[in-house]
């Protein structure tokens, strides 16, 4: 069972635009929304991260938007930049009971952002 | 630097080849984990650790043993590698005292081809 499901898989985005990618999440035990963003021959890094008693976080051109009573959060990235090219990937995580502090991750979104 | 590392990061070995990958950190970082990464699978939690002789399995553990016998160190290891444990592998790691927001730390990769 995918407690995480996240899309679209590949996203293209030209210079400039807005890259928007979806995550949806099952288990309303989780407390704790990262994204991590990957470059190529590299671990995973913590771009933004969100708790669920707001509704959006924004650093930089990197937005985070919650729905609490969707299940459902989004990652904008706001004037996309070819630099942007990585794959990302949502989380979630809980702070307490059974399985505290694993993060379950959604699949991955390849973005390219073409010149 | 605040780092986790991991060894060796690249390693072709033959089935059946008993097999170390090493990893630590220097957060001193209660929580360790063991992910494998594949095409359109994302990363996959293989085994945890809360602590210091306390270890879990995560989602994909079969084939796979971890030990913590110190803090900083959180070895995995493949007693009878398969080809289908060829995949890309992230040591992780992570503070638990101070709440859920501590950011997870992830190391280089470790790409093993078992032929």
């Known amino acids: 069972q995918q407690q995480v499901k996240q899309s679209p898989q590949s996203l293209i985005v030209q210079k400039g635009g807005i890259s928007i990618i979806n995550c949806a999440y099952e288990n309303t035990a989780f407390d704790y929304f990262p994204w991590y963003q990957q470059f190529p021959g590299k671990g995973p890094a913590l771009l933004i991260a969100i708790r669920p008693d707001v509704s959006e976080k924004k650093e930089g051109r990197f937005t985070i938007s919650f729905n609490k009573s969707a299940k459902q959060f989004s990652l904008h990235i706001m004037d996309s930049q070819p630099g942007d090219s990585a794959t990302y990937f949502c989380a979630a995580s809980r702070n307490s009971g059974a399985g505290s502090y694993q993060l379950t991750f959604g699949k991955g979104t390849k973005l390219s952002v073409i010149p | ?115």
């Open chain 2, 1 to 115: 630097e605040a780092q986790v590392t991991q060894n060796p990061r690249y390693l072709i070995t033959v089935t059946g080849k008993k097999l170390t990958v090493t990893c630590s950190q220097n957060m001193n970082h209660e929580y360790m984990s063991w992910y494998r990464q594949d095409p359109g699978l994302g990363l996959r939690q293989i085994y945890y650790s809360m602590n210091v002789e306390v270890t879990d399995k995560g989602d994909v553990p079969e084939g796979y043993k971890v030990s913590r016998k110190e803090k900083r160190n959180f070895p995995l290891i493949l007693e009878s590698p398969s080809p289908n444990q060829t995949s890309l592998y992230f040591c992780a790691s992570r503070g638990i005292a101070g709440g859920l927001d501590n950011e997870q730390f992830f190391g280089p990769g470790t790409r093993l081809t078992v032929l």
